[in-house]
């Protein structure tokens, strides 16, 4: 797993020395890998509201998490087990090529393809001008976030509602139509010429336990007197009992049906237009889901990435604030974007607190719970420098 951490340290000599010394070091070990990460120039304004505007992003960045991992979880819920071509085209995002394809379910190709895509913006990050106006207060670039974030929370719930609706009643119909002999369709069982339907006669279909062949065989024609002699048959069996035809007068069902359940014999409710229309159900319902799918899919796409992309943004928003906090004005700080495997992100972080321990002699390598009276420079753990973590586990192919 790769640990992104977007770190900022002020453009005094020393630091700019330790920087050198930390790419030199990072060529080196192969440890990791490091990049410019640019935040361009941004309004100020009062210093005391930076403290609060401080906080105001804490709490924004964890919102935006949630959310970016509520629709990544949807993803990987609507096509965990898909292998539906219309999802296929629902992701395409460039050919991943036939070998991936016949490798990589739908959701696997597509995390795989997302995980390259997003890795690749983050380490050439430009700030969007255009969405993002660096013109606008602090306090304005983080509403426009906030109403973006929180108009995709609540559309995800929507969408994810109708969604669901759809395939817990197609799960509801199917699970009555493949359940046991008592509930499941017949219509593959009984054919229209297993059927006696006339002005005075008709045929009811029978649930006969395993054990109780022999019992069903001796009394059936006695559970009623308009019984048709010798009229059962076996149409079909499974590892629980099996299912009997009995031919009888429309007048003695009502009888036949009370005593056949006082001998624990189940009487099924079947007419083949019924049956047929459960059918035609279960395939409108199927069909429906497959749009839905198609159409939920493509929302969390697109969305997913919008959301990532604003996270981004706002994590360069909380480097500007944090460093003009940190280091003071007039502004200049440089920012960094460091990759590495999680497994040497312990030794890394000795690294980075050796060289940048001039920045904070009190602070060590993971220091946590730190005591500290100014809003947002305390974060679950502090360093010397400013870092950032940005998680992207949620993206992780299984």
């Not at 930390?22 to 304004?45: E, H």
């Not at 939920?296 to 460093?323: D, G, M, P, Q, Y």
């Not at 960094?336 to 030794?347: A, F, G, H, R, V």
Request: hydrophobic residues 35%; charged residues 25%.
């Amino acid at each position: 797993m790769t640990d992104l951490w977007l770190i900022s340290v002020p453009l005094d000599k020393t630091s700019l020395n330790s920087v050198e010394q930390l790419k030199r070091t990072i060529a080196k070990t192969s440890r990791a890998s490091c990049c410019k990460f640019s935040i361009p120039d941004l309004k100020v304004g009062i210093l005391d509201s930076l403290l609060t505007m401080s906080d105001d992003l804490s709490k924004l960045d964890t919102l935006t998490e949630s959310v970016i991992k509520k629709t990544c979880q949807c993803m990987r819920e609507v096509m965990e087990h898909s292998t539906d071509k219309v999802l296929e085209n629902a992701l395409a995002n460039g050919d991943h090529g036939v070998p991936q394809r016949a490798v990589l379910s739908p959701l696997k190709a597509y995390l795989k393809s997302l995980r390259v895509d997003l890795m690749s913006y983050v380490t050439k990050f430009q700030w969007d001008k255009a969405k993002y106006p660096t013109a606008l207060p602090l306090s304005s670039l983080a509403d426009i976030i906030n109403k973006e974030v929180s108009q995709v929370e609540t559309e995800l719930k929507c969408r994810a509602a109708t969604y669901n609706s759809v395939k817990t009643s197609l799960q509801s119909l199917e699970h009555k139509l493949e359940g046991n002999l008592q509930t499941r369709s017949l219509n593959d069982i009984v054919r229209r010429e297993d059927l006696v339907v006339s002005e005075y006669l008709t045929t009811l279909l029978v649930v006969v336990p395993r054990g109780s062949y022999l019992q069903w065989e001796r009394t059936y024609e006695s559970l009623s007197q308009f019984v048709v002699p010798r009229s059962s048959r076996k149409l079909h069996e499974d590892g629980e009992g099996g299912v009997f035809s009995v031919t009888l007068f429309k007048r003695a069902v009502s009888e036949f049906k009370a005593r056949a359940q006082e001998s624990k014999f189940t009487v099924r409710e079947y007419r083949f237009d019924q049956e047929e229309e459960k059918q035609q159900e279960r395939k409108q319902l199927s069909v429906h889901k497959k749009e839905q799918c198609g159409i939920f899919v493509r929302w969390l796409k697109v969305n997913f990435s919008e959301v990532f992309t604003a996270w981004i943004h706002l994590k360069a928003l909380r480097v500007f604030v944090e460093s003009v906090l940190r280091y003071g004005l007039p502004v200049n700080y440089q920012a960094l974007l460091l990759l590495t495997d999680s497994k040497c992100s312990k030794k890394l972080r000795g690294e980075l607190a050796s060289l940048f321990m001039h920045l904070d002699p009190t602070a060590t390598s993971s220091k946590t719970d730190v005591n500290c009276d100014i809003p947002g420079l305390c974060q679950q753990e502090y360093f010397s420098y400013i870092c950032f973590d940005i998680n992207t586990c949620m993206l992780e192919i299984s």
